[in-house]
């Protein structure tokens, strides 16, 4: 009886703690559907002479709080490692970084992601982000997939790619944007909060009917 006291409590407990899932949302995107591209890559740094570094730009639509970036990339040779930072935006140019993400896996053929894991800042609706990768050797040569469906276009800048180094100038391509795609956690929302109080009280009345199912026939009007 001890036994299944403590099992039956655990289930109605885990149907409480998860009644609020975690998730993460997806900020930004410029894949094709099914995370699928255009099929040409660009070099990551350009060819390293100048200290090239490619930087893109996203404007989160709602107020996230930063986990994580997916790009796609392609390795050639040298190091399969990459150097990426998420960075605040100083009058539509990169401004200062705000964290220094984490490579999940080596670089291959594929999709990569670059997490963070503490100190994720706080992406507000409406402001300019920007997303930079670095080669971490000079004989490394890695590219970036560019997106089927995300164009360059005209001066602004939340709509172009850029890359500059202290020897060379910036320069705004007019092809297509690098792709990538940036999630973050939601604030609460509160739209969510009456489902979410739905299953908490579901929760409740799962531990409480079975307390009362544990005292015997007297408490459940037998």
Known sequence: ?????????????LVILTSVPVRADVVYSNFAPGFTDSGNAVSVAGNNNGGEYYF?????????????????????????TL???LLSDNSGMPGSQLVTLDQTTPVANGLETFTC??????????????????????DTSIGWYLSSIDQSTGSDYALRFTYYGVNSPTYWPSGPRNVFEIDGTPDPDPVDEPGSAMMLLIGL??????????????????
């Open 205 to 222: 009345g799962a531990l409480a009917s079975f307390t009362i199912w544990r005292r015997g026939p007297q408490y459940r009007g037998k």
């Open 56 to 80: 893109v730009s996203f404007e989160p639509t709602n107020t996230v709080t930063f986990t994580d970036a997916i790009t796609d990339l392609l390795w050639f040779t040298g190091e399969n």
């Open 83 to 85: 150097s990426a930072f």
């Open 1 to 13: 009886m001890v036994k299944t006291f403590k099992y039956g409590y655990a289930a109605a407990l």
């Open 117 to 138: 894991s503490s100190n994720c800042p706080t992406l507000a609706a409406g402001s300019v982000y920007w997303l930079e990768l670095q080669e971490t050797d000079p």
